[in-house]
């Protein structure tokens, strides 16, 4: 990215959410804060580290998730939860919400919804560890599409970097010849939009004041709206999913809701503040790493030696990337944006 937008978009390019899931709203915190003492960026390092770890788990979870209850039900029960507790937590922060905040949070809410929409289903139709590394994907795909649709300048080391990650997803995809699951495809889907979402969301919050927590609750409310919305398409089906949801599927849901939600939409606006956007990007890109182990240990996945390169690779494309990033140079113009 040629603005500061990016490094700042960067926080959550891994993925999430769902995931993840993130919020464009905390991608687009703030700079440190000066003067953070060492002791402090590692505790923050740390409660990043967890959002990693808690993210990598999601895609276990809403593939297990998949054997009881449909996408769109899925997606109303764990956003409503999320953004609920998001909104009792911060209950001041939600007075002085504008008009255009909400905007943004619909307009962001829309894209969120597809991104997660397109996750939720792709993961019940591929691995769990692939979904988790085929997402990551988004990092190289927002310096191509800032170049094509924003005339932006780009480092001449990204094209490389792009192209051995594409390397590295055929790897992880063609492990079966040239066949390739439909959940692949799906991810894929995904991965492009959240990069979509990213550049967008820095062009449009470029110089406007805007408090990222509400614009981000927003968010999170038009996906559980959007589940909804679809959930009544065929009420009755949606009913007796819900009200037939074994003991132990509440609480992956809740548990989705409450820490693979509030918790790291929370903590990456906290780390945000105190640390460095790209120190944080960083610590996130672990999260398909986390997604393969959870993948194997708890779905009992197997990865050839010819996956586990291309998921290797793809990682070590999305890490570089970063730190090329990190060591352009940054325009003076930056959101102005509010906790």
């Given at each position: 990215?040629s603005?500061?937008?990016?490094?700042?978009?960067?926080?959550?390019?891994?993925?999430?959410?769902?995931?993840?899931?993130?919020?464009?709203?905390a991608?687009?915190?703030?700079?440190?804060?000066p003067g953070?003492?060492p002791?402090?960026?590692?505790?923050t390092?740390?409660?990043?580290l967890?959002?990693?770890?808690?993210?990598?788990?999601?895609?276990?979870?809403?593939?297990?998730?998949g054997?009881?209850?449909?996408?769109?039900?899925?997606?109303?029960?764990?956003?409503?939860?999320?953004?609920?507790?998001?909104?009792?937590?911060?209950?001041?922060?939600?007075?002085?919400?504008?008009?255009?905040?909400?905007?943004?949070?619909?307009?962001?809410?829309?894209?969120l919804?597809?991104?997660?929409?397109?996750?939720?289903?792709?993961?019940?139709?591929t691995?769990?560890?692939?979904?988790?590394?085929?997402?990551?994907?988004?990092?190289?795909?927002?310096?191509?599409?800032?170049?094509?649709?924003?005339?932006?300048?780009?480092?001449?080391?990204?094209?490389?970097?792009?192209?051995l990650?594409?390397?590295?997803?055929a790897?992880?995809?063609?492990?079966?010849?040239?066949?390739?699951?439909?959940?692949?495809l799906?991810?894929?889907?995904?991965?492009?939009?959240?990069?979509?979402?990213?550049?967008?969301?820095?062009?449009?919050?470029?110089?406007?004041?805007?408090?990222l927590?509400?614009?981000?609750?927003i968010?999170?409310?038009?996906?559980?709206?959007?589940?909804?919305?679809?959930?009544?398409?065929?009420?009755?089906?949606?009913?007796?999913?819900?009200?037939?949801?074994?003991?132990?599927?509440?609480?992956?849901?809740?548990?989705?809701?409450?820490?693979?939600?509030?918790?790291?939409?929370?903590?990456?606006l906290h780390?945000?503040?105190?640390?460095?956007?790209?120190?944080?990007?960083?610590?996130?890109?672990?999260?398909?790493?986390?997604?393969?182990?959870?993948?194997?240990?708890?779905?009992?996945?197997?990865?050839?030696?010819?996956?586990?390169?291309?998921?290797g690779?793809?990682?070590?494309?999305a890490?570089?990337?970063?730190?090329?990033?990190?060591?352009?140079?940054?325009?003076?113009?930056?959101?102005?944006?509010?906790?």
């Open positions: 990215m603005t500061p937008d990016r490094a700042k978009a960067s926080l959550a390019a891994a993925r999430a959410d769902v995931i993840d899931e993130v919020g464009p709203g991608r687009a915190a703030g700079a440190p804060t953070t003492r002791a402090r960026n590692w505790l390092d740390v409660g990043v967890g959002v990693a770890v808690v993210w990598g788990s999601t895609y276990v979870a809403m593939q297990w998730s054997r009881f209850i449909s996408v769109p039900a899925f997606l109303f029960l764990r956003f409503a939860i999320g953004a609920l507790a998001i909104m009792l937590l911060s209950l001041r922060v939600w007075r002085g919400v504008t008009r255009e905040e909400v905007s943004l949070g619909v307009l962001f809410g829309c894209l919804f597809g991104i997660l929409f397109l996750e939720t289903l792709g993961v019940r139709y691995l769990a560890s692939n979904a988790g590394f085929l997402i990551s994907l988004s990092v190289m795909l927002v310096p191509l599409i800032e170049r094509i649709f924003l005339r932006a300048r780009v480092a001449r080391s990204i094209y490389p970097l792009a192209l990650s594409l390397a590295g997803c790897l992880l995809t063609l492990d079966r010849g040239l066949s390739v699951r439909s959940g692949d799906i991810i894929l889907a995904a991965a492009v939009i959240r990069a979509s979402q990213i550049v967008l969301f820095g062009s449009r919050a470029k110089g406007r004041e805007v408090s927590l509400r614009v981000t609750g968010e999170l409310w038009v996906v559980a709206f959007g589940g909804l919305l679809l959930s009544l398409a065929q009420p009755r089906q949606s009913w007796h999913e819900v009200t037939h949801l074994p003991g132990n599927a509440w609480l992956v849901i809740g548990y989705l809701g409450v820490a693979g939600t509030a918790f790291a939409f929370l903590t990456q780390a945000a503040r105190v640390s460095s956007p790209t120190r944080v990007g960083l610590v996130l890109s672990t999260e398909p790493f986390f997604a393969a182990v959870f993948a194997v240990v708890l779905l009992s996945e197997h990865l050839s030696a010819i996956q586990l390169i291309g998921g690779v793809v990682l070590l494309s890490y570089l990337g970063r730190w090329v990033d990190a060591r352009r140079p940054q325009s003076p113009s930056a959101p102005e944006v509010m906790e």
